[in-house]
């Protein structure tokens, strides 16, 4: 039941044995809602943006969101048996082409045809991943670079141009814990290309310009709440592992009494550059989640929501993508009723991934599903079949479901469940 060929964004592609990209996600290909006025993701990116000066980073929102797996997992390093190229977590469209997982997709390509000392990617990602409020197959990422050429630098003098860069960064009043060195033998290793001094100021630019742009978010994170409190932002680095990067960290924000992971960085590996042929380039590398930022700037409940036509969403940040000062929380409209089914299954001869269960709901049912949980597993003593329980939670964003409706929603994912994954419904 396969399709030979699929076409996305006007470009067709031949399928294999290795497609299994689902009707509902490929009709959200054309969605990039990060392109559309007014829409939040749309907003947030816009924010982001505003913090990265002109034409030092060139902005790029329109790459395709199909690339090669040579893009997406080997020309950043992602070892042959890395678990992200997994089937169960990736979109592929045929064994060599894929949906990026990530916007660092587009890095070595960038690093290729520099056209700037910096840049800003936003796009649509996808990956197969569980069914609940916070977790959507596709979302949006954007990914940011700085990049410094040896040879091009006044006399050849790397330390003094980052240096200076470094000093032309506005100040900020936020609290920063960063107990980490700057790099780690063992845990976060400076690479052999760079010296200890070249590596410790590009991380530290790095950290500068993403604390910047984390005070700039949360200053309107708290405006839009209306918290008059003037207590200084708190952030924390933490170190993190990449394979794309060295060292690497993440950032977390103190927020509503827990810390937020914000964003991934690091120092990018060299052999990246060098495999782009600019070998004479040290660069840094960032990537964060929109909807993330979207979901605390708005104050959005469920992930769905950004992937709704109704007007009862969309209206409230008409005008806000011109006006950030009208930029305010979103008020949900009213909770509709949720109804939860159980259905289990004994396994059949083929091994099942969780995450291909979760893509049937999606499937069948689209966004009427709030949730899938497991619910109960085990395995028969005397058979040695496995049996598993899952509870899917039904309720739109947008009605009241009717029992019937439920019903057959229930019924049609159970059929489907039986013809895809050859599981046997008890
Ligand atoms: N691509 C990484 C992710 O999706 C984020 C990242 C980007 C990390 C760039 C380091 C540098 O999680």
Redesign the pocket.
Known sequence: SKPETITINNKTYQTDNWFNVSSTVLSLTSRKLHLQKDHPVQITRQIIESVFPNPTYKIYNEFDPVVSTHENFDSLGFPPDHPGRAKTDTYYINSSTLLR????AHEAQLFRDSASPGYLISAD?YRRDEVDRSHYPVFH?M?GARVWDRTKVPNGDLISAIKKDLELLPKHYMQVEDPNPPFHEERNPLQSHHTAEEATLVGQHLKRSLELMVNEIFTHVKKAAGAESEEPLKVRWVEAY?P??SP?WELEVWYQNEWLEV????V?QQQILIDAGVSNQICW???IGLERIAMLLFRIPDIRLFWSQDERFLGQFRGVSDDLRKLKPFVPFSIHPACWKDVAFWIGEQEIHENDVMEVVRDVCGDVVEDVKLKDQFTHPKTGRKSMAYRINYRSLERTLTNRETNRFHEDMTNELTRRLGVEIR
């Open positions: 997982t990530h916007t660092s990602v990422q990914e990449f794309f990067t690497s964003l991934g960085c690091g990018s590398a960032f990537g």
